[in-house]
Each structure stands twice: as structure tokens, then as C-alpha cells.
């Protein structure tokens, strides 16, 4: 009955969403002003997007005229961010080689440009921390990430996904007792919320599970299953039946 109860609230939630972009198009194209036209057709995006409608989302994304929209940084942020998310996704779930390149090449260019913008926001943070784990920085990168995690505003989302980043960084140093704390944290923040994006109890699990922390990894493995079921986590399949295997 909950997770009935969930697809219900979630098919409504995207349905509305579709709804007021539908009406914040209108109104945009009413007006007249170009930064809201921009905005209420990314918005549409988006929306496609987590309706799960890959190639039409992409091909209104490819569609969009650009024409002022290095006037507004914000904007600029915003259109950056959404074709970042479309063509890391697609470009992974595509299986046409040269589809794969092409997505590929686009998202790297749409990085390269949202780094070069204001580095305050969580995803520069996260993406920059990328780039010195990739150059075998870790420490660098933990400091940074570290850093970060002081900020006062950040939201219960910003601090799911910054500790479940500081305990990747932990696991890339060999850190357990680091990697399982950060981890913990991620956790403790991810349930704050009512959409969850990462698999913070799922990797505590493992953790202690190889740690042969058996009690422990089995109570976190069983909400990490409660978490799946209830909330209808297609994404976490393969990942929850690993953590049984």
C-alpha cells in the first residue's frame, strides 16, 4: 500500500510539474521576455527529463535558442547544469559508438564552461574534487570537500551529497574507518529527505559486511531494502541485490 501510495504521489508530483511548466510557457511567451522563454523551456526539459523521455528531452534541449543567455549568469548555470545531467546520462545509457562520443564531447564541453563560471555552488565543488581524485589528489580533494562541508547554508540535500563525495574520497585513500563514518553521515542526511539520491546505506553495509561486521551490516542492508521497496528505487536494483549476494 506504500509504495502504491508513492508511485501515486510521484506520477502526481511530475504530472503537476508538467502542468506549471505548461502554464509558466504561456506566460513566458506572453511576455515577451526572452530570459523567461529560456527559462520555462529548460524548465520543460527537466520535466521530460524525469518523465523518463530520454530522446524527446534531448531533442528539445538541442532545440533551444541560446540567444542572450550569457546575459544571465543564473541562466547560464541553469542550461549548463541540465545539459550536463541529459548527456551524462544518455551517453551512458546509449549504446551507438558514435552517439556515445558525441554525447560525450558535448557534456565535456558543457563541464568546461560550468567551471569556468562561480565556483560556489555544490556541483563545481563536487566536479572539481573529481578532477583532483582523477590526478591522484585525494588530499587535495579532501580538503576542499571538507572545507565546503562548513558552509551554514547548505541544505540536507547539499550534505547527503557532500559527505557520500568525502566518503568516496575516504574509500580512493584506503580510509575504512573514514569512508564508513562519511558514509554514515551521507545517511543520516539522505533520510532527511523525501526524494534520496544516493546509496549511503547500501555502501555502510558492504563496508561492514567485509568488515565482518555481520549484526551491524545486516540491520543496514534491511533498510536499505526498506528504502528500495518503499520508495520504488529502480535505479538501486542491481546494487541491492549485490549488497544479497
Known amino acids: 500500500y506504500a509504495n502504491q501510495l508513492y508511485k501515486s504521489f510521484y506520477s502526481y508530483s511530475l504530472d503537476s510539474a ?6 509558466m510557457k504561456k506566460i513566458a511567451k506572453q511576455s515577451g521576455i526572452r530570459e ?27 532545440a533551444i535558442d541560446t540567444t542572450g543567455l550569457d546575459s544571465d549568469i543564473s541562466l547560464r548555470r541553469e542550461y549548463r547544469e541540465c545539459g550536463m545531467a541529459l548527456y ?3 551517453g551512458n545509457q546509449v549504446k551507438d559508438k558514435a552517439l556515445k562520443k558525441r554525447y560525450k564531447k558535448t557534456c565535456q564541453a558543457l563541464t568546461k564552461d560550468f567551471m569556468e563560471m562561480d565556483s560556489t555552488t ?16 585525494p588530499e587535495e580533494a579532501l580538503r576542499l570537500m571538507q572545507s565546503y562541508w562548513e558552509n551554514k547554508n547548505l541544505t540536507e540535500h547539499d550534505k547527503s551529497l557532500i559527505a557520500y563525495h568525502i566518503a568516496s574520497i575516504y574509500r580512493d585513500m584506503q580510509d575504512r574507518e573514514g569512508m564508513k563514518t562519511w558514509y554514515a553521515e551521507s545517511a543520516i ?7 534520496r539520491n544516493e546509496l549511503s546505506l547500501y555502501h555502510l553495509a558492504m ?36 549488497a544479497l549476494d
Not at 47 to 53: A, F, G, T
Not at 122 to 137: G, P, Q, T, V, Y
Open 122 to 137: 555544490s556541483l563545481w565543488i563536487r566536479i572539481r574534487s573529481n578532477e583532483l581524485r582523477a590526478a591522484h589528489k
Open 207 to 242: 563496508a561492514l559486511y567485509q568488515d565482518k561486521e555481520y549484526t551491524r551490516a545486516s540491520h543496514y542492508i534491511k533498510l536499505t531494502m526498506k528504502d528500495h521497496f518503499q520508495n520504488n528505487f529502480e535505479t538501486r536494483t542491481r546494487e541491492t541485490v549485490e
Open 88 to 90: 551524462r546520462h544518455f
Open 36 to 62: 523567461l522563454i529560456l527559462h520555462s523551456e529548460i524548465a520543460n526539459v527537466k520535466v521530460l527529463y524525469q518523465h523518463r523521455n530520454d530522446q524527446y528531452a534531448i531533442e528539445l534541449f538541442e
Open 189 to 195: 542526511h539522505d533520510l532527511q529527505v523525501p526524494v
Open 18 to 23: 508538467m502542468l506549471y511548466v505548461k502554464k
